[in-house]
């Protein structure tokens, strides 16, 4: 019998503050761009988390195991995980933050159309078809819906939007390959450890082979980088981790919408990005199609009693 509750005010106190921290790293990486590049930043982050991670698996007794048959999926998650960081950095170059948090988070879209295909305990319901309807639908009028009167500077926002819906593509795989492998019951702790590993490796190299790997320290840096390795990739995590443990996913799913809602008003707020009409009539049915889509169980239920 499932243990796990529903939401309660703690639960969804620590969701908004993990949709708006989530929400916040496309902008502050795009802020401190100048003086880092994101590429650089992510995986200067991804090693920092690291070896947080590593100390804190060292103080509750746990280790990384890598003859329990993980390893080979472990290097494929580290692989897709850098992937999808390499995409939002070389993204962010040519496109908005607020554009970037809103085709990042399509990853739940991509990750249910996969795991229809591979698991059929996953077969997707009529409010689920719904929503990857109309997140597909927004993201086409969101492309283009710009297209007939695109400048040259428009053409590279097109460049960079479609970098960050290939990331979350990448993002969607990650899933995936988590779940119909050995890591679905693994060691939350084993698996980030995996994609922390490859994040750095990969997207340090990736810096130093394309001329990105500068970095100019100054105070904004240095905050950046605490808020994106402490904060970010190591403690929010965890936390998310233990919500799932503790409360019911598709309740938590419900929230998913809220982060790039959080990066949409961000962008706007702290960079002063503009926020165009056809931009923003897309977003919109992408964020209820990924409402519906990481709740659908939840919402037929709802409707069902009605």
């Known amino acids: 019998m499932d243990s796990r509750k529903g939401l309660d005010g703690q639960a969804i106190t620590l969701m908004l503050v993990l949709c708006f921290l989530w929400g916040m790293q496309q902008v502050v990486l795009k802020a401190t761009a100048a003086d880092i590049a994101p590429v650089m930043q992510i995986a200067l982050r991804s090693g920092v988390a690291a070896a947080l991670l590593a100390v804190y698996m060292w103080l509750r007794g746990e280790r990384m195991d890598l003859r329990d048959g993980t390893l080979l999926a472990g290097v494929a998650v580290g692989c897709l995980f850098a992937l999808e960081f390499m995409l939002v950095a070389e993204g962010l170059r040519h496109t908005n933050a607020s554009h970037m948090v809103v085709f990042l988070y399509t990853a739940p879209i991509f990750a249910a159309l996969g795991l229809q295909w591979r698991l059929p305990a996953e077969r997707l319901n009529k409010v689920q078809w719904l929503g990857i309807a109309l997140a597909f639908g927004g993201l086409a009028f969101a492309f283009l819906g710009r297209t007939g009167s695109a400048s040259p500077a428009q053409g590279n926002v097109l460049w960079g939007d479609l970098l960050g819906l290939l990331g979350g593509m990448a993002w969607g795989a990650t899933t995936v390959v988590v779940r119909c492998s050995r890591l679905a019951k693994a060691q939350a702790s084993q698996t980030l450890m995996y994609q922390l590993i490859g994040a750095f490796v990969l997207l340090l190299a990736a810096a130093w082979g394309t001329g990105q790997a500068g970095v100019n320290f100054t105070p904004q840096v240095w905050a950046s980088l605490a808020f994106h390795s402490v904060v970010v990739s190591f403690a929010s995590f965890l936390v998310w981790f233990w919500l799932l443990r503790t409360y019911l996913a598709n309740r938590l799913g419900v929230f998913s919408f809220m ?3 959080f990066g949409v008003l961000l962008g ?3 960079l002063h990005e503009p926020l165009e009409p056809s931009f923003l009539l897309g977003a919109i049915p992408v964020l ?11 919402v037929a239920q709802l409707l069902s009693k009605k």
Request: glycine share 18%; proline share 6%; net charge negative.
């Open 268 to 270: 706007a707020w702290l």
């Open 259 to 261: 982060t790039p809602l």
């Open 288 to 298: 209820v199609g990924i409402v519906l889509v990481s709740g659908g169980d939840w």
